[in-house]
């Protein structure tokens, strides 16, 4: 793999990154050397301005940032038609599980940022002509998960293929409400309420 450089800033508040040099280095092995062929470095940082962005190019599309988020969120609001919160293992309305947030960053936020660093009109020397724009980074952040993600990849890392089942479950677990049980029985949320860390920070 060509050299990239990483950087991280420190994260304020109770923000973090979600995401790795390692979880970026293992998604860029198994993407065909062409699509990351401009990238020069990955940077940490922490300017989502209060989860409003989540990545972004700069560096002369040639860098990107990936932004620390606050422990306990929600990403659904972010989610382009033809996506659901179930497909990175969340839940719609629910803060997300840890390992959603992580899939959702790496396998929609970085390689989204990864399809504007593509060259669409070589011959054009304005920038929009030239770069891969919104629609475009979107259909290439769709076809690379949909093609990474159609067979299943040998990894201790769950993130790298789509979420499991007993995962979703994870999803939409509840809080047990009395009126939960449906035929008298007991009220209980399905498997470890542990789980359970407070209501969304957004939706
Ligand atoms: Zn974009």
């Known amino acids: ?20 040099e390692e979880d970026i280095r293992v998604l860029l092995g198994r993407l065909p ?25 700069s560096g002369g599309r040639r860098e990107i940032a990936i932004c620390a988020l606050p422990p306990r969120l929600s990403l659904t609001r972010f989610l ?3 996506q659901s919160p179930s497909m990175f293992g969340a839940r719609r309305g629910a803060q997300w599980p840890k390992l959603a947030v992580r899939r959702y960053m790496l396998y929609d936020v970085f390689l ?14 304005k920038e929009r002509r030239r770069f891969a724009m919104e629609r475009y980074a979107q259909e290439f952040a769709d076809h690379w998960r949909g093609t990474l993600w159609a067979r299943h990849f040998e990894h201790t890392d769950p993130i790298h293929n789509a979420p499991a089942q007993e995962e979703s479950a ?16 007991p009220a209980a949320p399905f498997g470890n309420s542990a789980v359970l860390e407070g209501p969304p920070l957004v939706s």
């Open 112 to 125: 989204h940022e990864l399809g504007h660093l593509q060259i669409v009109d070589p011959g054009s020397t």
């Open 80 to 82: 382009v038609r033809g």
């Open 33 to 57: 050397v062409e699509t990351y062929q401009r990238l020069r470095a990955v940077h940490f940082n922490d300017q989502s301005h209060g989860v409003r962005m989540l990545g972004y190019v």
């Open 1 to 20: 793999m060509r050299d990239i450089r990483f950087s991280a800033s420190i994260a304020h508040c109770d923000r973090r990154h979600w995401l790795s």
């Open 170 to 185: 994870d999803g939409v677990r509840t809080t047990a409400e009395p009126s939960a049980a449906p035929n008298g029985g």
